[in-house]
């Protein structure tokens, strides 16, 4: 409804505008007029051209004045989602053997020390028998001991004979420490070592392995039997997935506007809620392929919705300001050669064609480089229909 209105407004204007060249000006105006067109690329700019409304039709038409305005100093730019690596680790096993059972699954949420697979292994049938003999030895040096320290204090036996079985004792316990290290290293847990220290146990050959933190499995790289080797196999990957980085890609000229702890609004348009971010690192290099620098954006993750490798939108703000001159987003119109050109209000209900150079949008307002003078009225609504007027017009 609102497209089939704006011929028929159009055509109103086209009756009742009227079209004529530009009145004698001074030659500052006319160099002001001129300058804007000058600096813009490629292409012949048209010549101004004025237009008169009648007073029963201004009521179509919105006028602002370019203004000054408080801009924080932004960088847009795109970033890629990558796991935070400092929340993200490798499983690794301790022990050789074949995998008995996988109770662990590619997104399977897990704690700390949460059992993530089972190996069949020599190496901690190994360990806990050398932790059973070290036990034994701890005692029976235990009870030299004490039986030394009672001949001692009867007399039936020298001082060297009573340092010589607390050395032996010292040692036993030394070893019992080292043994209990190993199994600590494997994985095995208290309640597991307690078991270990019953002499009248089986001793189990499988072992799990457990979680080194809390988070998701994002990655599963092993399959039921096979055979792992201690401290080379990688079978998971975990990451707690309530922060990730998002990798922005910066250009040179941006650099300078970019400071670890910016904040950064992120988007992507598949959700509908923005997410929140804080600059953490600013990268070193330059890429040669896309000549961009990395910038490391802490991100939380709300719902888990980034995934890695996912495209979003970035918007780094500054904590600096700047002063910028501004006009309404609304006002700026581009011609048939794309140039960007206002209408700019002459008085009297007279309204030019006045191109500008413009800059960065923040919200509804956008920033003009060239063309305007601050306090300089523009069209803010109804210079479609301007446009729309000049573009019909009979020549």
Known sequence: MRYAVMPAIASVLLASCTSQPPPPSSAGEKAAAAAPAASQPGGSPPKASYFTVPR?????????????????????TTGTVDWDNDHTTQAITQVSGPITRIVADTGTHVKVGDPLLYVASNDITNAIGGYRKAKNRLELARRNLDRSKDLFDHKAISQRDLESAQADFNDAATDVEAALQTL?????TQADISQAEDQNVTIRPELPMRAPLAGVVVQKMVFPGQVIQAGTTAAFVISNTSTVWVQGHIYDKDLAAIHVGDKVDERNSAFPQTFHGVVSYIGDLVDPATRTTLVRIVTQNQDSLLKKDLFVDVVIHDKSTRQVLVVPTTAVLYDEDNFPFVYASMGDGRFAERLVKIGGQQGDQTQILEGLKEGESVVAEGSVFLQFANTYQPS
């Open 56 to 76: 029963d039709q201004m009521a179509h038409i919105k006028v602002a004045a370019a203004a000054t305005a408080t801009w924080e100093t932004t960088v847009r």
């Open 184 to 188: 600590k290293i494997f994985g095995v």
